[in-house]
């Protein structure tokens, strides 16, 4: 199992679109084969800022949704409502 933490600023004013655009970007990774979950955050004062952290059974099932043309579709209406690029971050449970 991992989770993928991908962070986002979002222009002023926008924020209401942006979460138009999220929620169907959710909706449309519910059905990505090795998708188990995740949740969005707006981190606390900034409400320009968002955290989306979800969970996938591995790296692959990860990597085919990130590459895949529905993501690719579903981007063209997050893109442009941000002011920087998405950071995104892999993380696995530690061993041991």
């Known amino acids: 199992m991992i989770k993928i933490i991908i962070e986002r600023r979002i222009m002023p004013g926008l924020e209401e679109e942006y979460e138009a ?6 909706r449309h990774s519910l059905g990505a084969p090795g998708f188990v979950g995740g949740e969005s955050l707006v981190e606390f004062g900034h409400s320009d800022r968002r955290l989306m952290i979800t969970k996938w059974r591995d790296l692959r099932a990860w990597k085919e949704w990130y590459q ?8 063209q209406g997050l893109l442009p409502l941000l002011t920087e ?10 061993s041991g």
């Open 21 to 26: 655009a999220a929620r169907d970007a959710m």
């Open 85 to 94: 690029e998405e950071r995104i971050r892999i993380y696995e449970a530690a």
């Open 68 to 75: 895949s043309e529905t993501r690719a579709r579903v981007m």
